[in-house]
């Protein structure tokens, strides 16, 4: 029980809370004993027990150390002891006051529980808001609008970061503070995507026709892209929509293609399923996967080509006046983890450069000369035919895939008299073709075409394990045709039955049921016998 309570006959100490102590027999019982040199409240000690019995237990005092017997457990003990009586049994409720405490010892929470604003001198320093213009795009037009910003106060100073509303309890996607999108625009893409496998492309260019009704202008298809995969980032899916294994982001993504199919009017006596193995289908024992096809064989050196393609950037002198002395923290930061970015490139190029000379020279002075430390410092720019070209080098797939047969054969022959005028016999391997057209001279890389020729003949030779004529033409009709019959069969109503006569012309008629089938059957046999 918890309440205040008098002690009988005598006002210096009081009862105020009692309560069993959670899966165990004591008591913890509280008291407020009055002072020995003031009345006043300040002047009061509160005596706590914690037992059955007052002759045993433990008592605490406020005002002495704990264990002491001090005047005040001494006044408290006397009241507690008439009032529990010699036997131990619990107390009266009788005996506790009738007016209700003002509050309790044992209570967490306050009756108030609305927000209380601090101080002001405490509070936290606001920055200064600013209102900009920007567009909102809808499902039929597009409004203009205002928005109120207020600059980032981690970001640094020269980035020009703003904080903007979220904007979602209005149904509304806000892209940069300056383009704001409805969710009802970008849901309509992603219902259209789900269902129908609409492209990007296609979606805007529907848009803009829908636009141009109310005369407005839509946006570009690179835009929205850039707004529907950001926008696509906050929707609360199940995360089941990725590999395990690669992640989010996987090097190598595999699309479904288009299905095909054969139509009716085409389904003849030499059209069988490419799965259906017949006596004349070609026996291949000796194939077998190789799994080591690409053009280099070190992995760790294809990741690090693919890593020192992308440089990051040089961090930015530091600024010598910044008032803000947050934004000057948060600049130091960045500078740092800036610098230890470009330390790390630089080592990369180094172990890039070292791999590359292993496999073929031209190959590691072409990479050198485009991503090396003196390029990087400069600021150079690489040409991106040469970063696709490298990035094919580093793929992760077979060589085959860059260098087909063809191209194989016309690089050989181009290898007899590698001139100028004969590059375009290289038109098949584009990567290397784009290369070495922003060439003044291709002798320094004849090397690195015969290190691609050879590495490229090495794989196809592997491959090629056994040398097997294809046939061509139609080919005759297989015996077994019961793929066909499972295919009428599995028809409810036998809409349709294909006769294909060897020397009678093709007869094709609607049945509407099995009988009138074998009708027709039975007819046909009689005019073969005659």
Known sequence: MTASIDAPGDEKATIFYRQQLPNAPEFLTMFSVEGCSTSELKGRAIVSHIGVQPSSGSWKCSKHAEGTLCLHVRDAFEPFQAAIGEDGQELDPAIFCKTPALASIARTEAISHSSILPPISLALKVQPTDTRSCRIFMLFTVYEGTIEVQPCPTCPVARRRLIGPDLVELGLFNFNNSIIVSHELLDEYTMA?????????????TVTHRYAVSGAEFIGDDLFRSIWFAYATCLAM?????????GRCPDTVIWDGITLAFGRKHLSATLVPPTQVSPQSLQRPNVKNHPRQQLLLDPALRKLIRQAVNPPKLPDPPAKDISDRSASNAAQI???CQSRLVVEHLARIDAV?????????????????????????KKKQAPMVTTRFFLQIAAEESVLQMVNGTALVNLEEF???PQVNHLTKILAIPGLYRVLKTQPLIDPFIPLLRWLAQRATVVLQELSVECIPLSTGATAAVLDSDWKVELFTACPRYDIALLILDSKPTIRRMFQSPEETNAVNTTLNMENED
């Open 193 to 205: 995507f789900v269902t129908s496998e609409t492209p990007f492309n296609a979606f805007v260019t």
């Open 238 to 246: 199940e995360n089941d929509m990725q590999c395990t294994r690669c």
């Open 334 to 336: 960045e500078e740092g």
């Open 353 to 377: 450069y070292e791999g590359l000379s292993k496999e073929c020279k031209p190959l590691a002075r072409l990479f050198l000369d485009t991503y090396g430390a003196v390029a990087f410092a």
């Open 415 to 417: 290898l007899k008299a």
